[in-house]
């Protein structure tokens, strides 16, 4: 007798089936990998562009639910993967966890967003389906206690998010900074707080460098979760060769539709070189294998970030942007032979519930501090964040006040230390 199931499921090649038999010879890499917990694998198949919610074999975090393996669920969530994909059948990541009895990973789905009653469903339309065998219907019973188990749990107390683990490089070697420690944290942690961080400093082109972008992105990171109430499970900081076009396009079109709830705060900011289109003067961000001279088609449209921004239900969006779009120099660059000074003939429409804050004017550049080793830009919004009394009890930030701290002293220290203007915007 075949094992229970398999004729139902061998199609899909799911790595777990119901009665338990591992089958992941006929998966892709990434779901292979997952199954066996091999994170350094996973890492890189991501970073290369694998789809973390690929269905050639069955969701790769599934393949990880199915065989124990926290640390590849975690990895996969914080890189996108949907935590409550399901078939028709009602198969679900939680479900799977829930029949191996395994407690601890059913906790981590369930921190990051799984739906508990979604899975009873599902193991209960997995009973009724395959009632003949008697090891499935035992393995659904047994899973469906252990989630109402988990959800009296839930009720009795507040449980703090898992941590898992963000996408980073190391950044590399910066100057101390009075900005690098956080200050304590104010607020209570915001389960509906998002964030991503972008930091590029080296480009695969052989742009020029974008002098302390990896320390500034780490150090916003750092001050969203000790102090602004982002969980770090909520916050993906992509640092150079982790922030190609396409972890762009899938983080800021795709991740945030899918985190950010209504009511939510979003934050975003990035950390680099930013270019003008010369044929049209529309706004890109640079990514990590951006080339200027191509930039339609290898970068990040302002447009697109905005329009994307436009689409979530979010109460509050934030943008902080450490670049220029001048193409004369600083953190900005531009196509060979093309002059500087693009003119922006038309600029992105901002969403109604957006604030964005740039470093320069935009016919300016945007200057390191080599002292402080970041942006000179960034290093007062972290200094401002830190003196100021600008983090309002619910995490979020008062941008005017923020700004007012800002744009003088970055004002003031450009024109006195590099001879350059160099004047913050803020629009709202």
């Not at 393949?63 to 993967?81: D, F, P, V, Y």
């Not at 601890?104 to 009632?131: F, P, T, Y």
């Amino acid at each position: 007798m075949k094992s229970p199931g398999f004729e139902m499921f061998a199609p899909l090649c799911v790595p777990l089936m119901l009665a338990g038999l591992a089958m992941t010879g006929c998966a892709p890499a990434l779901c292979r990998a997952a199954s066996r917990g091999q994170i350094d694998v996973v890492r890189s198949l991501l970073d290369k562009g694998a789809d973390a919610d690929d269905w050639a074999a069955g969701p790769p975090l599934w393949c990880a639910a199915s065989n124990g393996q926290t640390e590849a669920a975690k990895l996969l969530i914080a890189r996108g993967a949907d935590v409550n994909v399901m078939d028709d059948r009602g198969s679900s990541a939680l479900g799977y966890a829930a029949m191996r009895g395994d407690a601890r990973m059913a906790k981590v789905l369930i921190d990051s967003g799984a739906d508990v009653d979604a899975a009873v469903a599902g193991l209960e339309k997995n009973s009724a389906l395959l009632a003949s065998y008697p090891e499935v219907v035992a393995r659904n019973t047994m899973g469906i206690k252990l989630l109402e188990k988990a959800v009296h749990k839930q009720e009795a107390a507040s449980r703090p998010a898992a941590p898992t683990p963000r996408p980073a490089q190391e950044a590399s070697p910066a100057p101390g900074s009075d900005v690098d420690e956080p200050p304590a944290a104010k607020v209570k942690p915001d389960q509906n707080a998002h964030a991503i961080v972008i930091g590029i400093e080296n480009y695969r082109q052989g742009l020029p460098k974008a002098d302390y972008a990896a320390a500034d992105a780490k150090t916003i990171s750092a001050y969203l979760t000790k102090t602004m109430g982002y969980p770090e499970e909520n916050v993906v900081t992509l640092l150079n060769d982790r922030a190609l076009k396409s972890d762009l396009e899938k983080y800021l079109d795709r991740w945030l539709s899918n985190h950010v709830e209504e009511n939510g705060r979003v934050f975003i900011y990035y950390s680099g070189h930013g270019s003008p289109n010369v044929m049209n003067g529309d706004a890109y961000l640079v990514p990590y294998d951006g080339d200027p001279t191509f930039i339609a088609e290898t970068g990040y449209p302002l447009a697109r970030l905005y329009a994307s921004l436009g689409k979530l239900k979010a109460k509050e969006i934030t943008v902080v942007l450490d670049s220029c779009f001048s193409g004369a120099g600083g953190r900005s660059v531009l196509a060979k032979g093309a002059k500087p000074l693009v003119v922006m003939t038309q600029k992105p429409i901002i969403p109604k519930n957006a604030s964005v804050m740039t470093a320069s004017a935009a016919d300016q550049v945007s200057s390191a501090y080599e002292a402080q080793g970041h942006g000179l830009f960034t290093y007062f919004l972290l200094k401002g964040i830190k003196e100021g009394d600008v983090v309002k009890p619910d995490g979020s930030i008062k941008m005017d006040e923020l700004f007012g701290y800002v744009k003088p002293r970055v004002e003031r220290l450009a024109r006195q230390q590099f001879n350059n203007e160099q004047t913050p915007q803020l629009t709202k």
